[in-house]
Every structure is written in C-alpha cells, then in structure tokens.
Nanobody, 122 residues
Framework: QVQLVESGGGLVQAGGSLRLSCQVS????????MGWYRQTPGQERELVAD???????NYADSVKDRFTISRDDAERSVYLHMDRMQPEDSGVYYC????????????????WGQGTQVTVSS
C-alpha cells in the first residue's frame, strides 16, 4: 500500500554534491519521522540523518557539517543534500519513513525505500 520512491543517486567526484529525494505514496496516515540510512557491502545499515515533523534533525558524526536533511510534508517528501562528498560516503542510501495511524495499540509503522546507489570517485 505505502511505497517510498527514491531518486537522485549517481556518480560524483570527491568534493562534489548530490541531492537525494524520497517521496511517500499518498496515505491517510500522518508522516512521523523521516530519515536516510546508508549501507555498504559487509557493513550494517547505518543512520545518516533523520528529521522529525517539527524539523529537529540528527546526523551521523561522519556527515555532520556536510549533509543537510529536510522535509516537505505537503509533498510527502524528504531530501538529503550531500556536499563536499568523500569516497567513504559511497553506498546504497535508503529512505526510511515512519507513519502514524494514530489508532490502535501499535499505530506507528516503518517503511523503507528501494535504495539508491551513490558512488563517490576519488
């Protein structure tokens, strides 16, 4: 029912920038936390950044001061602007969204995007 569509990944040279986008399909439920995770071969999927409905954000130490997460609730979208990129930023980036139905004992549900490849060349 709920799908997350990611875009914006690709190949970029070190020092360059990319902007990732993720849009949630239309839903009657409220969108709670939104974020981006990254995974590389042989590594655990790790949090890159997330953002609350109020705009509060958290970043992995490795991307602080270089990446910026933002959201547009009217468009049901979350974005990740990546600046001054480094080869170690490479990986598959996954959008993660929590929806809040507001009813029942477990109203919150987590959804993941399909992943988009980001490759930074040195």
């Amino acid at each position: 029912q709920v799908q997350l569509v990611e875009s914006g990944g690709g190949l970029v040279q070190a020092g360059g920038s990319l902007r990732l986008s993720c849009q949630v399909s239309r839903t009657i439920f409220s969108i709670d936390l939104m974020g981006w995770y990254r995974q590389t071969p042989g590594q655990e999927r790790e949090l890159v950044a997330d953002i609350t409905p109020g705009g509060g954000s958290n970043y992995a130490d490795s991307v602080k001061d270089r990446f910026t997460i933002s959201r547009d609730d009217a468009e049901r979208s979350v974005y990740l602007h990546m600046d001054r990129m480094q080869p170690e930023d490479s990986g598959v980036y996954y959008c993660r969204v929590v929806l809040d139905a507001g009813l029942g004992p477990h109203p919150k549900r987590t959804y993941w995007g399909q992943g988009t490849q980001v490759t930074v060349s040195s």
